[in-house]
């Protein structure tokens, strides 16, 4: 049955109802004989007639209402569907922002029953920092009849949050309250996709800075694409790069390319999805280029391959460094040969040394006694005797414990024999398990080392202490020999590093004074010959690189007078000379510095050359090792003493390293320091990078 029928019938029987009760209530006039006199057979048809025409009017005015009540239904049944299954949240909030209407797309955004959300705030779910923005839109919305919008961010009660777009407009109605309709749009898609344009711009910026560009080549295809980038790093025409792995194929180094696929298929058996390899390139110029080729292998459900994705980096640059880098580290490594036999011979020297004072002390006996639970003396051995007999202080038993001339026990109130009475204490009572003193004792003029030892005897039976007197002279003699030997080998440093900066001085003032002058006037004359034979093409054209050769062994003339000894450094000063250095180090390796230098230093000319000497092999540690964008110099002074710290934001530096046996460089730079009286740190800063820290007195 049809909602029409149904709806016929109901306002059919409504208006039977209203009939029959107004009929009830109609009093009843009973017709007189003038009436039924009037009344005629043919008006009676009539007015029988006009009430049947009435009566099938009004059946269609019923039918015409009741089909217009089911258009209204309907209709508002489909406005009821739109309303709830729209694509964006409909709210109908009263003039203080309570939530009266909502429909299902906007509970679902705010992940909360329809039920919790009616007579509930809105501003309850905007975040806190959007509330003045909500603000601002929900006082427009009351005091202006346009609409209103805004983006903010709302979140759910689980905390999740997300961007939306509200659109809002003030409705009036008579005999109704003011109210608020509100459209909610979920924007997170569409910030996403911003995002993920943004970050593919700026991956392409990133590729086009690291001088590289992206291909992606189509297996099933053999398709190939190749980005604008790499059409600029190798210099090729559309024409040219649009031949696709042909155009690679015929410009890839040979001995490279028969490198290449064995890689590739290797990469491809182990099931890697990434691979990357170096090789090099030709360009449209005619150059090899290093390239670092990095490609992302990817395949289909069935596990074949079908597409690579890649970058094209040039590296040819970093290549170059590598060169430069390995004939630096072949010298280093030839120094560190020499250095390394220079050491092990010292290392023998020390060994021999070593081995014939253990002979020594080997070839002597030691002094043995035993002690009982009591602390009397039980046992002895011949040495022990035989000194106890030549030693001790009145005659009697050598096992009576008396002590001897020199011994630890000789003086009964002394602080050393309180202490080797408590430990053999504590030794009999199991305290403790052993027990060792140096001693020193002057025998017959004569200064003398003793080790005495005390150990208990292992196992069970009854408590017995071993004390044992070993004479230490040879090794104390050797010890302080060793320290010395090697006090001497320091001041030996000293004097090499001194004369090594002298001879490196005079060589700087010779290639300064007599070389760099004879360039000088040599290129003057030229220039002169050249300006008198003005207008002789033939004879300016000899001249003109003979004066450009001229000019650039002048300029490296300079450059190596000034890396063997900065002359200014004895004219200008410290100060200056940091300042001069710092350009040419951020030149030379591209690493930005910042210097934070006092007016002027007040140094020796020894601790000068050794802080700029020290500054100079720490910047260029930064520039090897520390893979760093920016180094800052700062040195001031602080009661009586000079400061000079190195920092960089690379990627610092561990604390074994700082202290490995072959760290030549911090170990030179150490040695340095400590030759005028300074301390060298050098450690990792929290914020990242490494803090070379050099501290010496202003008057070394």
């Known amino acids: 049955m049809s909602k029409g029928s149904d709806a016929r019938r109901w306002l059919a029987s409504q208006l039977r109802r209203s009939a029959e009760t107004l009929l009830a209530g109609t009093p009843e006039s009973a017709p007189t004989n003038l009436d039924r006199q009037a009344l005629r057979a043919h008006e009676l048809e009539e007015l029988l007639h006009e009430l049947q025409v009435h009566q099938v009017e009004l059946e269609m005015q019923n039918e015409a209402l009741c089909a217009a009540q089911l258009d209204l239904a309907e209709a508002r049944d489909r406005y009821l569907d739109l309303f709830e299954c729209a694509p964006v949240g409909y709210l109908t909030l009263n003039i203080d ?89 979920d924007l997170s898609d569409a910030h996403q996709l911003d995002a993920l344009k943004e970050n593919a711009l700026r991956l392409k910026l990133a590729v086009e800075a690291m001088s590289g560009g992206l291909y992606d080549w189509n297996r099933q295809t053999g398709r190939v694409y190749w980005s604008s980038a790499l059409k600029r790093v190798f210099g090729a025409h559309d024409g040219e790069l649009d031949r696709g792995r042909v155009w690679w194929r015929a410009n890839v180094h040979p001995q490279d390319l028969r490198r290449i696929r064995p890689a590739v298929l290797r990469a491809i058996r182990n099931g890697e999805s990434q691979f990357s390899i170096e090789y090099r390139i030709q360009s449209l110029d005619g150059r090899w280029i290093y390239v670092a080729d990095r490609a992302h292998i990817e395949r289909n459900a069935k596990g074949r391959i079908y597409r690579f994705v890649g970058t094209l980096i040039d590296i040819t640059e970093h290549k170059k460094m590598e060169l430069a880098q390995a004939r630096q580290n072949e010298s280093l490594e030839e120094k560190v040969a020499q250095r390394t036999a220079e050491a092990e011979t010292r290392a023998r020297d020390l060994a021999e040394a070593e081995r014939f004072a253990r002979g020594i002390i080997d070839s002597l006996s030691s002094r043995l006694c035993v002690l009982d639970e009591h602390g009397n003396i039980i046992a002895t051995n011949r040495v022990w005797r035989e000194y106890v007999e030549a030693h001790c202080v009145g005659a009697g038993d050598p096992h009576s414990g008396r002590a001897a001339a020199g011994d630890p026990l000789a003086d009964g109130s002394g602080p050393m024999t309180a202490a080797v009475r408590r430990a053999v204490k504590d030794m009999l009572s199991g305290k403790r398990r052993s027990y060792q003193l140096e001693y020193e004792s002057t025998e017959d003029g004569d200064v003398r080392w003793f080790n005495m ?30 320290e010395r030997t090697a006090m001497q080998l320091k001041q030996l440093g000293r004097h090499l590093q001194s004369a090594r900066e002298a001879q490196s001085a005079l060589i700087a003032r010779e290639l300064h004074d007599e070389l760099g002058a004879g360039l000088t006037m040599l290129k003057l004359a030229l220039a002169t010959m050249a300006d008198e034979a003005e207008g002789i093409e033939t004879f300016e054209g000899r001249f003109g690189p003979l004066i450009k050769q001229v000019d650039s062994a002048l300029k490296v003339t300079k450059r190596i007078s000034g890396s063997l000894r900065p002359a ?58 520390a893979g760093a964008n920016r180094a800052w110099v700062h040195a001031h002074k602080r009661k009586g003493w000079l400061m000079a710290c190195i920092a960089d934001d690379g990627v610092g530096i561990s604390h074994e390293a700082v202290y490995r046996q072959d760290a030549f460089g911090i170990i030179g730079m150490r040695e340095r320091a400590q030759s005028v009286d300074g301390e060298l740190s050098i450690k990792s800063r929290r914020a990242g990078g490494t803090r070379l820290c050099l501290c010496l007195p202003l008057d070394s």
């Open 453 to 482: 030892t005390i150990t208990r005897f292992a196992g069970e039976g009854p408590v017995r202490l071993v004390i044992r007197h070993d004479d230490i002279t040879q090794r104390k003699l050797v010890e302080l020999e060793s």
């Open 568 to 625: 200014m450094l004895d004219t200008l000063g410290l100060v200056e000379t940091i300042r001069w250095y710092l350009p040419q180090f951020s030149d030379a390796t591209g690493i930005k510095t910042l210097l934070r230098l006092p007016d002027y230093v007040r140094l020796s000319n020894a601790a000068n050359i050794i802080v700029f000497r020290i500054i100079q092999e720490g910047l260029t540690n930064v520039a090897r090792h």
């Open 97 to 185: 922002g309570f939530i009266e209407e909502i429909n299902q797309t906007a509970g679902t955004l705010l992940a909360t029953p329809r039920s919790r959300l009616l007579g509930r705030r809105l501003a309850g779910f905007v975040a806190a920092e959007d509330r003045n923005r909500w603000n601002n839109f929900h006082l427009g919305m009351k005091q202006a009849s346009q609409r209103q919008d805004c983006e903010l961010r709302l979140c759910r009660p689980t905390g999740e949050c997300f961007v939306a777009h509200l659109s809002g407009q003030r409705t009036t109605s008579i005999n109704r309250p003011v109210t608020l309709r509100l459209t909610l749009t």
